[in-house]
């Protein structure tokens, strides 16, 4: 009985661990052509409009927060009336 259900549980994990691997294509070579391209565009601009988007926002919150501590650390350095 112990045979049986060991064997039985081979092939289960041997048909479910090959399956997936099938279902992707591999794109890493259409995208090393994609950032290795002499375009004089820095790295983080290379992945086109949505790269572009992000690298704006991520500088405007960047800039915001620095504007929002330098405006806390001022506001706190001074004395305030209870």
């Known amino acids: 009985m112990r045979g049986l259900l060991v064997s039985h549980s081979r092939t289960l994990t041997r048909s ?3 399956s997936p691997r099938n279902h992707f294509m591999n794109k ?3 995208k090393q052509k994609l950032f ?6 820095p790295v983080h601009l290379k992945g086109g409009g949505i790269d572009g988007l992000l690298y704006r926002l991520t500088m405007a919150v960047c800039l915001g927060g620095t504007c929002y501590s ?3 650390l001022g506001w706190a350095s001074f004395p305030h009336k209870k």
């Open 16 to 18: 479910f661990s090959a």
């Open 28 to 30: 890493v070579a259409e």
């Open 36 to 41: 290795q391209e002499n375009n004089d565009l």
């Open 70 to 72: 330098l405006f806390c």
